[in-house]
């Protein structure tokens, strides 16, 4: 229980693109953290899912993340969709099981432009929605925002 002095979280509420959150990512200023012992990772139709949903511009739920006192970022809650959308933006996994976007089935994303030019860009300028937690806020917060989202 954190002691009433140290209940004040702070955070930026912001919106970055799937290409910058890469970009950072590729440089390891993105960092994953586990804080449940859920099976890691979705299966490729879990992932294809998200990817056709972002390209059907699809609101997707925030990403919580924490930052370090190092300057990086460790993810709180959303690890599996950005797993699942930085594997995709490195050719990681063709899109299987699609509901709409039938004529993506089996591409990866080097393949999309060759079926539309705009789709890849479509896909990297797609914002997501972040809250992070200041690392002014009280230390260990992130646990219990954790497990408030996943009750």
Same mark, same amino acid.
């Given at each position: 229980m954190l002691e009433k002095a140290h209940?004040?979280?702070?955070?930026?509420? /912001?919106?970055k693109t799937?290409?910058?959150?890469?970009?950072?990512?590729?440089r390891e200023e993105i960092v994953s953290r586990t804080f449940s012992s859920r099976k890691k990772g979705w299966d490729i139709k879990k992932k294809s899912m998200l990817i056709e949903s972002?390209?059907?511009? #699809?609101? #997707?739920? /925030? #990403?919580? /993340?924490? =930052?370090? !006192?190092? &300057?990086? #970022?460790e993810v709180v809650d959303g690890q599996q969709r950005l797993d699942a959308v930085f594997d995709f933006l490195d050719n990681r996994f063709p899109?299987? &099981?699609? =509901?709409?976007?039938? =004529?993506? +089935? &089996?591409?990866k994303f080097m393949d999309?432009? !060759?079926?539309?030019?705009?789709?890849?860009?479509?896909? =990297? +300028?797609?914002p997501?929605?972040?809250?992070?937690?200041?690392?002014e806020s009280p230390p260990g917060i992130e646990l219990e925002i954790f497990k408030r989202l996943n009750q």
């Amino acid at each position: 229980m954190l002691e009433k002095a140290h209940r004040t979280v702070f955070n930026d509420r /912001m919106q970055k693109t799937v290409f910058d959150l890469h970009r950072k990512y590729r440089r390891e200023e993105i960092v994953s953290r586990t804080f449940s012992s859920r099976k890691k990772g979705w299966d490729i139709k879990k992932k294809s899912m998200l990817i056709e949903s972002l390209l059907l511009n #699809i609101p #997707i739920p /925030m #990403i919580y /993340m924490v =930052e370090r !006192a190092d &300057g990086k #970022i460790e993810v709180v809650d959303g690890q599996q969709r950005l797993d699942a959308v930085f594997d995709f933006l490195d050719n990681r996994f063709p899109l299987t &099981g699609l =509901e709409l976007l039938k =004529e993506l +089935e &089996g591409k990866k994303f080097m393949d999309l432009e !060759a079926v539309d030019s705009a789709l890849q860009r479509k896909l =990297e +300028e797609f914002p997501l929605s972040l809250s992070v937690i200041k690392r002014e806020s009280p230390p260990g917060i992130e646990l219990e925002i954790f497990k408030r989202l996943n009750q």
